[in-house]
Structures are given as structure tokens and as C-alpha cells.
């Protein structure tokens, strides 16, 4: 992202939840300034919640003066203290309306194999040219400016952008699950650091293993959420029941945002399999039957599974009481 951001010549859009205050933060900064000093449009949309966690003021300011134009999405309103509840999740790169970077990726150092090493967050991201970069700017301006947009869709488009919320539906994202999961007939591989669905998809999925699907879930066993993680364990023993395989990658943190059905519909981007990106957040996938891109994550998911240790019925039901504890403490919270 950091070379095509230093080839840049009339534009640079981007989106990130997290834009942290930290080498790559800085490094990221940088990039930025130095394309705006020598008149390239640069444009950066924060998330509030996000910059005040990962972020700093000093960092704000100082890519302000650098010529960097900066909006940052929901601040806290004492007179609208709900919707600060409401965040921008979505992680956008759009270069000179050529092309597209996407996915799970923020800015920061967790991100990075270079300064974090092999602990460095496993995370799935996308890089696009052409249409599909030019969509996203048309997306990106749109949200700029406070407006939501429903993009045409092409009849027989092998590949859609997607965001979750637009005019006419503010259920995009669980729409298109609840679509696919129900038509499924072989296969559904689910790759997502936050699974806290609601109850409709969670008996979604285990209505398509029931009618004998192959239904795979794959989630971190070490998550930078604990209360999230406690929500999505008192999933597991309906899931398993059903006969939904669930398990959990073991090397480091997974941040990557899956889904493949049939080996022939597949999604990435930044939407996780929980309330806040089904419900609440703004988010972008892209949704492709595209039969490369399709196998190629199914490629990855065998990968990842290598690495992961899977949770078997027995084996749970025997869990401690303060496991059990933890688990309807984070399934309470699980909107939140």
C-alpha cells in the first residue's frame, strides 16, 4: 500500500478504524503528506471510537498542516450520545481511482511482519484495480459527505462491492447470509476473529448442517477481545450439537473476514459475523462467484485449519463453571 501511496498523482481516499499513533501509523502518515505537499487530493475519513483508542491528537494535527483533509466519523454528542455507538469499520485505500486496496487490514503495527514479527495478526486483504476502484471512490465520496448509496448491480456481475447499509435496506450483509446459508448444498467455511451472531443465523447455520452440509467455523483462540470471545464460546454448544465443526487457529491473532459457500459464492472485507457489523456498524465486502477467487480462499482455509486445534463435543461439555460464567457474561454484552 505504502508504494502505490508514494506513486499516487491526482488522489488518495482512505478508510481505516484504526489508524494508530505508532511506527506504521507514522510511516503511513508520512506517505500521506508528502503526496499532499506536492498537490495530490488526500483524504482521510477516521472512526472516532477507533483513532481515540489506537490514535493521537499530535498525530491528527500534524497531518492536518501537512495538507491531509481529515474527517473523523461519530464523534461524542453529549446531545447524541446513541450514536456514537455507531462506528465506521471500514478499512478503504482508493489510489488515483485505479486501484483498490480492501479488506481486514488497519493501520498498525499488528499489521506489520516487519515490526511485529511472525506474531503479526493473520488477517485477509484484497488489492483491485480498475471498476472496482472506482465504485469505492464513488462509495468513499458519498460517505464523505454523509450520503448513503445503493450501487447499480449488473444482472450477471461476477463480482459486487457491497456496503451494509444503503437506502433502501439496513440489513444488507444479513440478507446476503441468510441467502447463501440457506442455499447451500456441499459446503460453508467461515473465517472471522468476532462470531457473535444473532439467532436467526445461528439457526441458519445449524439448519444447513442438519440437511447435511459440510459446515466449518474458524475462529481465533487468541482474540484481543475477551468479552467477544466469551460470546462467541456460548455459540459453540448449539453449534456442535447440530453438527457445525468449529474451531480455533492457535498461532496468533486471526483478523481475517471469510465466508465461501459451495466452493462457488465468496466473501472478504471488514464485516465480522457478529451484531455490530450485521446491525450496527458500517462495513464493505466484496461478494464474488468468481471461481479462482473462490478456490483461492478455500486454499486458505485448508491452510489455516492446519494450524488450528478443533472443539469436540465431549471435550467441551466437560469445561469448568467459570468457563460457563464467563460465557453468559459475554453472551449478555453480545450487542454491545
Sequence with gaps: ??????????????????????EIGWRFAEALAERAAVGVNVRLHLDAAG?????????????????VKIRVFHRWQWRHPWRYNQRNHR??????????????????????????????????????NGTFAQLAGT??????????????????????LVPNFNRSCKQVLKCLYTDSFRRAQRSITLTTPYFVPDRHTQKNLQAAAQRGVDVRLLVPRKNDQRLVQWASRAAYAQLLDAGVR?????????????????????????????????????????????????ERLDAQFRTDLEESEEICTRQWTKRPWSAHMAELIGWLARRW
Design 91 to 128: 478499512k478503504l485505500l482508493v489510489i488515483d481511482d485505479n486501484k483498490l486496496y480492501m479488506g481486514g487490514f488497519n493501520i498498525h503495527r499488528e499489521s506489520s511482519r516487519n515490526v511485529f514479527g511472525a506474531a503479526r495478526w493473520r488477517d485477509t486483504h484484497l488489492c483491485l
Design 139 to 160: 462509495l468513499f465520496d458519498d460517505f464523505w459527505k454523509g450520503k448513503r448509496r445503493e450501487l447499480p448491480i449488473e444482472k450477471h456481475a461476477v463480482s459486487i
Design 51 to 67: 483513532f481515540l483508542s489506537w490514535g493521537s491528537g499530535k498525530l491528527k494535527s500534524w497531518m492536518r498542516n501537512q495538507g
Design 1 to 22: 500500500m505504502l508504494v502505490d501511496i508514494a506513486a499516487a498523482r491526482a488522489s488518495i481516499r482512505l478508510e481505516s478504524y484504526i489508524f494508530a499513533s505508532d
Design 246 to 294: 468449529v474451531y480455533e487457529y492457535l498461532p496468533r491473532m486471526l483478523h481475517a473476514k471469510t465466508a465461501v459457500v459451495d466452493g462457488a459464492w465468496a466473501t472478504v472485507g471488514t464485516a465480522n459475523l457478529d451484531y455490530r457489523s450485521l446491525f450496527v456498524n458500517h462495513e464493505i465486502i466484496l461478494v464474488t462467484r468468481a471461481p479462482s477467487f473462490c
